[in-house]
Every structure is written in structure tokens, then in C-alpha cells.
């Protein structure tokens, strides 16, 4: 698809045009605000919404609402908001997935998410873990790599779909040690998480706030983890890098959007209300470096920049991995 690395100068240049001063938005918002999240409810990326849209309704003294609208790879959630009206009152909560990976997964999409979306901000890194079932006799990746080679069409692995962060990290497992592990796909994380518990599949990848309470009581171990330090609740995990496997690691991420064309004030209105919010101790500790993930608050354009790289990296990784829309 030819999208939309073109259509980021663009951005970014409206984006810098824009007065730091323009922060200081005191008519915004006007009315009751409305976040689109295009996952069904309970998932990592419906909890941040939530506890995002109550804190900026408190800030704010105005109501914010979540819209869930799951189904089609997330396409006609980021649809609806791409067409929404350009003033800050529809946003989009989404993951990379929605952003970088489906441009590289369809030869077409109604909209495209690069240059029909508006940035505010990237929300958090979701730190995705090798997780295997507990009864699976590898303690390690060496272990995972061993036994999926002694026992070829016999290990499978858990994804929630193609292109999600699962398959582009097995697949490509599986193209640089020459292992065949067969790919299950479910509906989510969690049916995924529930069929590696249980046994059906043998592995997939998970982050430690849904995760964890399985790795404590030993129906799940975790081997790796994709992240830049050990988690310090799981110093025992390695890191990716540590074992050379950095170059796969599916970067998993939530991040803000308006729709294409939002004026670049309000979304530095947008953006300095949400830094405020992740910037509260309280909200920070329970929402996200107490389910494992690292937070971030950045500026507009720097989540345009970030988006840019991410997109670039998001196509090696699924060229790699032959991830296709099945």
C-alpha cells in the first residue's frame, strides 16, 4: 500500500506550526467527548480508555464516553473516527496494530490511518512476554528452540490474528531458526492466553499485567520479554535483546488520535490534558507501570515522528514474518 510515509512531513510541519502557547485552550472541550476504541470490552486497550476518559471527565468537569466498535481487524473503528468531525470531541484509542501494521497487512483500507488520523499522543509501551504453558518442559528460549525442533508440526502458538504482535514475532522465530510451529489464530488476547493455559496451543505473547497472575501460580512461565531493561517485578525474564532476538520484537504500544485535520491547538489542548493525567502517581502506579507497561505523554509531533519509524519497522517485521490478511 502506498501510504503514508509522504503524508508525515505534512503533519509534521502543521504540527510545529502550531504556538506552545495554544496549550492554554480553555473553550475545549465544548461538549461531551467521546473515545472510539475498536476492541471489545475488558481488553488492555478498553482498561487504559476507561481510565483515561474518567480522569479527563473530572479534569475537564465534562462527560467522556468509551464507544467500543470491535471486529475487522479494527478497520471500521479507525474508520469511524477518520471521518468523524476534525474538532477534538471523537477520538481514537487504539494500538499499533490499527497504525502501522494493517497499512503492510491490506492491499487497500477505506481510510488511511496515517494520513486521515491526527496524533495526540503515545499513551504507553505494552511490553509483550514469550509465554509458554506451564506443563512445557523448556525453562528457556534455548529450551523453546530445542523442543520445537525435536518435534517439528507439533508445537503450536496462540495469536489473536494476522499481523498481531504473536504471529509477527513466531513467524519470524520460526524463518531464522528454521523451525515449524503451527499458527492458531483466536478471536483476542485472552481467548489466546485461556488456550495456552489450557493447553490447546503451547506458547504466545502476552504483557505481565494480564499475564501475571498465571506466571504466580505456575500454569504459565515467561521467557522473554520485549523491553529495553528487566522488568524489576520480573527479574528472573531476559530481555529480547539479551538473547539476540531484539530485531523481533513486535513493539507493542496504545496511543491517542483525532481525526485528520483537527486543529494542531486542540491537539495540544489534547495532549496537555492527557500529560497531566499520566503524570498523576496514583493513576501512573494502577493504570500503567502496575500492569507492567512504561508511560509516556509525548507531543504530537514527536508521536508523528515516532509513528514514522514505527511504520518502517512494522513493515521489516511483517516482510519477514509473511504475515497476511488470512
Known sequence: MTISRRALPALATALLAAPATARAQGSFPGRPVRIVVPYPPGGGVDVMARA??????????????????????????????ARAPADGHVLLLTSD??????????????????????????????????????????????????????????????????????QLFFEALKAEQRLDIVHVPYRGLAPALQATIAGEVQMTLA????????????????????????????????????LGLGAMDPRTWFGLFAPGGTPPATLLALQGAVAAVMGEPAFAARHVTGRGMSGHANTPEAFAAFIAADLIDKGRLIRLSGARVE
Do not use: C, K
Open 52 to 81: 483515561l476518559a474518567d480522569a479527563l471527565g473530572r479534569a475537564w468537569n465534562q462527560t467522556v464516553t468509551v464507544d467500543n466498535r470491535p471486529g475487522g481487524n479494527t478497520i471500521p473503528g479507525v474508520e469511524h473516527v
Open 207 to 242: 504483557g505481565a499485567g494480564i499475564a501475571g497472575p498465571h506466571l504466580a501460580a505456575g500454569t504459565l512461565r515467561a521467557l522473554a520479554i520485549g523491553r529495553d531493561a528487566r522488568l524489576p517485578s520480573l527479574p528472573e525474564v531476559p530481555t529480547m535483546a539479551e
Open 97 to 166: 496494530s490499527s497504525i502501522t501494521s494493517n497499512p503492510h497487512l491490506y492491499a487497500t483500507l477505506p481510510v488511511d490511518p496515517i494520513r486521515d488520523l491526527a496524533p495526540v499522543t503515545l499513551l504507553a509501551d505494552v511490553h509483550q512476554m514469550v509465554i509458554v504453558q506451564g506443563a512445557l518442559p523448556a525453562r528457556d528460549m534455548a529450551g523453546l528452540i530445542a523442543a520445537a525442533r525435536a518435534r517439528p508440526g507439533q508445537l503450536n502458538y496462540g495469536s489473536y490474528g494476522a499481523g498481531s504482535q504473536p
